[in-house]
């Protein structure tokens, strides 16, 4: 009822005048929080969060004043909102973008990999895919460089193997970088029960 009634006003404002649009859409965006509910629709954590996010590994991403931080399950802070952008916890790190660049934090906050990254993408298998300029490669949870960046685009690793694309056809590498299905694919996707969906061209 409350946000209707605010909606109401503020595209009166609108009409009549009295305000910008992005002035109404920063009245509208300040009137409602995000909080969480548990399955029986019970507010477990009250609303007070610009943005939300599942929770992964124990720890949910929130924004709070225009930066991301991280709540527990009774909706303690666990992490400080510090970073302009975020990503969800997996195997122990999360990424997070820090004066431009993006590294990994672990879970009491401590940066574990230097943001050096134009890119970064969750843990999966022990490696993570980070680019680097233009070219996609894999790092393990210590920072180090074990793939090096070299792929136009990369997927995370699935079952041992991880597709990436070259000269436009996808194909399938080891967690040393070496290609053990070869790049003839128009579409490919992560193995599952050892098996992959994959497209090609038929007669």
């Known amino acids: 009822m409350r946000q209707h009634l605010v909606f109401a006003i503020a595209c009166g404002l609108l009409l009549a005048g009295c305000a910008t649009f992005e002035q109404v859409t920063k009245s509208l965006q300040?009137?409602?929080?995000?909080g969480y509910v548990d399955k029986?629709?019970?507010?477990?954590i009250k609303p007070q969060f610009q943005d939300a996010r599942h929770f992964s590994e124990g720890l949910a991403r929130v924004k709070i004043a225009g930066e991301w931080g991280y709540i527990n399950k009774t909706g303690k802070i666990a992490i400080q909102p510090q970073f302009v952008q975020a990503n969800d916890f997996?195997?122990?790190?999360?990424g997070v973008k820090?004066?431009?660049k993006w590294g990994y934090i672990d879970k009491r906050g401590r940066v574990v990999?230097?943001?050096q990254f134009v890119e970064v993408t969750n843990f999966s298998e022990g490696l993570a895919r980070v680019k680097i300029d233009s070219k996609w490669g894999y790092v393990d949870k210590r920072g180090k460089i074990r793939i090096k960046p070299q792929f136009a685009k990369a997927r995370d690793f699935a079952e041992g193997r991880a597709r990436v694309k070259i000269d436009g056809k996808w194909g399938y590498i080891d967690k040393t970088g070496k290609i053990v299905i070869k790049p003839k694919f128009a579409k490919a996707r992560n193995f599952r029960n050892g098996l992959?969906?994959?497209k090609v061209?038929?007669?």
């Open 40 to 44: 029986r629709g019970q507010m477990v």
């Open 201 to 203: 061209r038929v007669p």
């Open 90 to 94: 997996s195997e122990g790190r999360a």
């Open 113 to 115: 990999i230097k943001p």
């Open 30 to 34: 300040t009137s409602s929080r995000y």
């Open 196 to 198: 992959s969906p994959v």
């Open 98 to 100: 820090m004066d431009g």
